[in-house]
């Protein structure tokens, strides 16, 4: 074994710097010589579920398991890959598990807070990384505590936490996107782009980072920014207002058309039809047409798998 | 080096038939706007399955209560006019309430099945746009199957 653990801590480290097919790599060399590591199964299942191969990081989070099972770093692998697999129970109850093989251990907290926040439920994600931060003030934390803050709406708070973040960490990606969007909801566009460009340099494949560009060129776009902003406001908020927001709008308009055809108004009532029309088919089509255009232009942007 | 054992990773799978088949939500979506209530809900019922969604039971509960809730507002606005509570004027406006119930059911659908693709999309679930069957459907299907509801409850509830 002594041979080969150089490969474990090399992997480790370029998992922190996301290298992750380099870190794939040595934790195969180090796995063919120690199978019955269940904490190098577990790295080698984070990786792959960040790859996107989730069959065999299930797999590998499996043998984790089946390796130590009061492992809660294998636990917290099993959650993770759960959670991917649209299992929110179980990748609750793994991290719970977790929790309670190591209670003074931030993760599994902030993975909880992570699943609620996912499934729309950011009060219940709050309390979660409060306890988390209480446990480990870190980078990580405080960046989803400043996510959770934007997903409620306290856009100021969002900013300042990010920044927080950021000041520590200037290259932080979660708390770069954060800061953007919330930039971005004050309709300071120039500083949204700015972040934006500076947390896909620092990031040029991630999700988070790709998604923030677009909106940033969407909200810039004469086409699409009015749309954007009618997005941004029905999202920010529960479902349920968003929900009541578009029937409420769809209520009133289809009441207008019929109050103007009782009125003796025809004409504006066929024309308000068509506008309402209009307005529908245009919020569906146009952004979905940016987006697919720009989604092609950022794909181009990929890393060589040695990178 | 290169004599040492190597350890094997198992392969991704291809995606299944029905998870291949899954759609975003904005497409049974319009179906149910633009070729009928049955389109759109049995779409968003297939999507369901197709996305192994977490929230199976409620988006299931959801599709039941747009079809129960609009027979049950059918019937209740007939009863009304046959008893003269509403009049051919008023029940243009009545009839809001039924429209309105299917919407707030298919955009809840929409949003509960919204988060569950992006992450079916994400890890490689496989996922088809549904531009051209919402196309046939209307061009095809929609003016086949809606002489054949009829007018009557099932008609109305289901159009």
Redesign the interface.
Same mark, same amino acid.
């Given at each position: 074994m002594s041979s080969t653990r150089p490969l474990l801590e090399l992997a480790r480290r370029q998992m922190q710097i996301g290298q992750m097919d380099g870190a794939i790599d040595n934790l195969s060399a180090y796995l063919g010589e120690n199978p019955q590591d269940a904490r190098a199964h577990a790295l080698m299942a984070m990786c792959l579920h960040d790859r996107r191969r989730l069959t065999a990081a299930e797999h590998e989070a499996r043998a984790a398991l089946a390796l130590d099972a009061n492992d809660a770093f294998a636990h917290v692998a099993c959650g993770q890959v759960a959670q991917s697999q649209r299992k929110p129970r179980a990748a609750l109850a793994h991290f719970e598990s977790a929790q309670a093989l190591a209670p003074e251990w931030d993760v599994p907290l902030r993975q909880i807070a992570w699943v609620y926040l996912y499934w729309g439920k950011p009060q219940q994600a709050r309390e979660f990384v409060e306890r988390a931060l209480a446990l480990d003030p870190d980078s990580d934390n405080r960046a989803l505590a400043a996510h959770i803050a934007l997903d409620l709406g306290e856009v100021a708070d969002a900013e300042r936490a990010a920044r927080e973040v950021l000041r520590q960490d200037p290259a932080h990606s979660e708390a770069l996107t954060v800061l953007g969007h919330a930039l971005l909801r004050q309709n300071r566009i120039g500083e949204a782009r700015d972040t934006a460009l500076w947390a896909v340099r620092n990031a040029p494949t991630s999700r988070a980072a790709i998604a923030l560009m677009l909106a940033v060129k969407m909200r810039q776009n004469p086409l699409t920014g009015w749309v954007w902003r009618l997005n941004a406001w029905l999202a920010s908020g529960s479902s349920r207002r968003t929900i009541v927001s578009l029937l409420g709008v769809y209520l009133a308009i289809r009441v207008a058309t019929l109050l103007l055809q009782d009125f003796g108004y025809a004409p504006a009532a066929t024309l308000l039809s068509y506008a309402w029309l209009g307005f529908c088919v245009y919020s569906w089509v146009a952004p979905v047409l940016f987006q697919r255009a720009l989604q092609r232009e950022l794909e181009d942007v990929r890393l060589g798998a040695e990178f | 080096?290169s004599a040492?054992?190597?350890?094997r990773?198992?392969?991704?799978?291809r995606p299944g038939l029905l998870a291949a088949n899954a759609s975003d939500p904005?497409w049974p979506f319009?179906g149910m706007m633009l070729v009928g209530t049955w389109f759109g809900l049995a779409w968003f019922a297939f999507n369901s399955f197709a996305?192994?969604?977490?929230t199976r039971l409620r988006e299931l509960a959801l599709i039941a209560l747009a079809l129960i809730g609009s027979a049950a507002l059918v019937l209740a606005l007939n009863d009304a006019l046959a008893r003269g509570w509403l009049d051919e004027?008023s029940v243009? /406006?009545a009839v809001?309430s039924l429209?309105?119930l299917r919407?707030?059911c298919a /955009?809840?659908l929409s949003?509960l099945q919204s988060?569950?693709f992006e992450?079916?999309a /994400?890890?490689?679930g496989g996922a088809r746009t549904g531009a051209t069957l919402l196309v046939l459907a209307m061009v095809i299907v929609k003016p086949t199957l809606a002489p054949l509801l009829g007018r009557g409850l099932l008609g109305v509830v289901l159009q």
């Open positions: - | 080096m040492r054992p190597r350890y990773l198992p392969d991704e799978p904005l319009l996305l192994g969604s977490p004027h243009r /406006y809001l429209t309105c919407m707030g /955009y809840a949003v988060r569950v992450l079916h /994400y890890f490689g």
